[in-house]
Nanobody, 121 residues
Framework: QVQLVESGGGLVQTGGSLRLSCAASGSTFSSYTVGWFRQAPGKEREFVAISWRGSGTKYADSVKGRFTISRDNAEKTVYLQMNSLKPEDTAIYYC???????????????WGQGTQVTVSA
């Protein structure tokens, strides 16, 4: 069983930065795939970034070059550094984890509660 807790959300102006954290429990976290997703009001949850075993990462086109996913396996934490934020980045951000390599949100077994990110114009 893995429990995930996100933190780091908040209100920021356009062009600003935030770093989200996803703290996990579980002894085998280092082998898990961890993804960040977001959901804006009235929209479906969408993929943002993923980190898998080793140094593998993948980003949505909309955040590529602005967001960076990283992980500290010793601390069992995955980070999402968000730079050059835009109003369209406003959403609830969720982290998710799975013992397999998965990308689609529907395939993740474990989810955090989410953290709100609001980017003002």
């Amino acid at each position: 069983q893995v429990q995930l807790v996100e933190s780091g959300g908040g209100l920021v102006q356009t062009g600003g930065s935030l770093r989200l954290s996803c703290a996990a429990s579980g002894s085998t976290f280092s082998s898990y795939t961890v993804g960040w997703f977001r959901q804006a009001p009235g929209k479906e949850r969408e993929f943002v970034a993923i980190s898998w075993r080793g140094s593998g990462t993948k980003y949505a086109d909309s955040v590529k070059g602005r967001f960076t996913i990283s992980r500290d396996n010793a601390e069992k934490t995955v980070y999402l550094q968000m730079n050059s934020l835009k109003p369209e980045d406003t959403a609830i951000y969720y982290c998710a984890a799975d013992k397999n390599f998965v990308v689609a949100a529907s395939l993740y077994d474990y989810w955090g509660q989410g953290t709100q990110v609001t980017v003002s114009a």
